[in-house]
């Protein structure tokens, strides 16, 4: 009994084990279906053209940015062409395409909704690097688990009537997965894009901050203070740079009352429980960006300019141009239709060239007739022997006549035949090229022996054919006298 209980404990062991990996399967499973029933916007990272190391490094710190729904791995190699990403966006669900290049003034940056625009150019005004904004931290905070979720997007003083500014909160919201505050997670929360428009200095700010929660309370350095253990103060000017810590981001000085929210789920960290008063914490990441809206254009990368910082131009202009991309369009389409017929003649051209050559290559080689032709000839030739003589042929006749090929059969080059005189005559001394050389010589004899038989044979039909004619020219003449 107290094996098969042990039997038994174990099978039970192993039926939990079996349950709990199918349980993470199938919760596996349900999320990547829900990823895929969402459909979460994804995103193109790249540069074109020489930009350098630096502005190469800001592609990598945005892709970072747009995790996970970007192409964090994505080669772009130099014979690439625009074209060649918008052909692979639509298998692979990819729904923006944000571009960075350098020109002789400036360093822009373009964000397309795929596949037919609008197109929105931003000059990068100033730029700060990943690498440098952490170095700047006193505690830097940047666990690699916090990429696993998108970030959460906050777009601020946004509200304008502009029509061009409307534009531009529409595509950026829409890179962005849209979040169901029913059914969201505070733990999946763990990154936030602060977007702040600058309406004095037409300015576009962008940061990158990680979130966290802390239980409200005081802070550690005050704690030692009240303590009664005092550190180290001789590296400070004032009691108050070690109270606030020194040099840090606006995100680490003390909390205020605003930054404290009851929790209505547990967040990751000590003490953050549901219905908990804690105080949200952002730690800058980076990169930071400051740019300016330069150009909107309706196509991808192309088509009409809809709006421009720096060139203003009248109704009349706008309708001429109009009126000038229509013209271009039509003329794009019409080259277009042209190009295809012109493929389909040449491709007609190259069929009916590779017949007539196919043709003239089978009558070259003297390819025997078809069915229907050899069987037209054989009652053209019965008929004209039962005109002529009076009476039907032989069944045999015609037959042998068929047989024998219309033109003599090339003769088989012998291996010796390539050998020179001498060498002909000098004998092999090792058995197997005797062998070799005896096996040669028969086979020319059985050659030259069916060859002989062949001639006959061909002799006789000669013979017949002639009978046949002297006959024909007989009869003729005595009709004729």
Not at 133 to 162: C, G
Request: charged letters at 30%.
């Amino acid at each position: 009994d107290l094996v098969c209980s042990r039997d038994m404990a174990k099978r039970d062991k192993k039926r939990g084990r079996k349950n709990k990996r199918k349980l993470r399967a199938f919760q596996k499973e349900q999320a990547i279906q829900a990823l895929e029933s969402t459909k979460p916007p994804r995103s193109f990272v790249l540069h074109r053209g020489m930009v350098g190391k630096f502005v190469q490094q800001l592609v990598l710190d945005t892709r970072k940015l747009m995790e996970p729904c970007t192409a964090s791995h994505l080669k772009v190699k130099k014979n690439n062409v625009l074209k060649d990403f918008v052909h692979v966006a639509g298998p692979l669900g990819v729904t923006h395409l944000i571009v960075f290049t350098k020109s002789e003034t400036s360093i822009n940056m373009r964000i397309a909704r795929l596949p037919r625009g609008p197109t929105l150019t931003f000059q990068v005004l100033s730029f700060s690097l990943m690498s440098d904004v952490l170095s700047s931290l006193k505690k830097p905070r940047n666990p690699k688990s916090q990429y696993k979720h998108p970030a959460m997007l906050i777009m601020n003083n946004f509200s304008t009537e502009e029509k061009h500014m409307k534009l531009v909160t529409s595509v950026v919201q829409n890179a962005f997965p849209s979040i169901n505050i029913h059914k969201v997670k505070l733990c999946d929360i763990e990154r936030c894009v602060l977007m702040h428009y600058n309406k004095e200095t037409d300015s576009i700010e962008v940061r990158h901050y990680n979130i966290r929660a802390v239980p409200v309370g005081i802070s550690r350095q005050v704690k030692k203070i009240v303590q009664a253990r005092l550190p180290s103060l001789g590296k400070y000017n004032d009691i108050s740079d070690y109270v606030l810590g020194g040099n840090v981001s606006e995100s680490e000085v003390e909390d205020t009352e605003e930054s404290h929210v009851l929790l209505p789920q547990p967040m990751p960290g000590r003490g953050n429980l549901q219905a908990n008063q804690s105080a949200v914490r952002l730690t800058e990441i980076g990169p930071r960006l400051s740019l300016r809206l330069v150009k909107v254009e309706s196509g991808l990368c192309d088509g009409e300019v809809l709006f421009h910082k720096f060139i203003s131009k009248s109704k009349t202009e706008v309708r001429q141009l109009h009126e000038k991309k229509v013209k271009q369009r039509k003329l794009k389409e019409k080259r277009r239709k042209l190009q295809e017929a012109n493929v389909r003649r040449k491709q007609e051209e190259k069929d009916a060239h590779k017949a007539r050559c196919t043709t003239g290559v089978e009558k070259k080689q003297g390819i025997e007739p078809t069915v229907q032709e050899e069987k037209e000839s054989d009652d053209d030739d019965v008929g004209w022997f039962r005109q002529e003589v009076g009476e039907d042929p032989d069944p045999d006749l015609f037959q042998s006549m068929k047989a024998l090929p219309s033109h003599p059969r090339p003769r088989k080059r012998l291996r010796s035949s390539n050998q020179s005189p001498e060498a002909k005559k000098r004998k092999p001394s090792h058995p197997v090229k005797q062998r070799r050389q005896t096996a040669t010589t028969g086979a020319a004899k059985g050659k030259a022996a069916r060859d002989m038989k062949w001639k006959s044979a061909r002799s006789r039909t000669v013979s017949l054919q002639k009978k046949v004619r002297l006959g024909r020219f007989f009869r003729t003449s005595s009709h004729k006298h």
